[in-house]
């Protein structure tokens, strides 16, 4: 969440493990990365471009083992995403 735009918010559901393959696959991939490819600069905030550009950011996230996990990592460099 920044300012000018939203993400979905990801409840996660009981009895889940939140692990690489999960935050990657799920969180990532389905929530995240999608707000990256909007474009537009107007009308409601949760269709507003996240940034101008991602080299213009800085995805922030804690040391948990499913941040740090070298899928994760991968992942994150596999689309330009700096953390």
């Not at 920044?2 to 393959?21: C, D, W, Y």
């Not at 040391?63 to 596999?78: F, K, S, V």
Request: proline share 2%; aromatic share 8%; glycine share 4%.
């Amino acid at each position: 969440m920044i300012a000018e735009s939203l993400t979905k918010l990801h409840v996660v559901p009981n009895q889940t493990s939140i692990n690489a393959e999960y935050y990657h696959g799920v969180i990532l991939k389905e929530y995240l990365l999608p707000v990256y490819t909007r474009t537009k600069s107007t009308g409601k905030i949760e269709e507003r471009k996240l940034v101008d550009s991602m080299l213009d950011s800085i995805f922030q996230q804690a040391n948990a083992t499913c941040h740090t996990a070298q899928g994760t990592t991968a992942w994150l460099r596999m689309h330009n995403i700096t953390v």
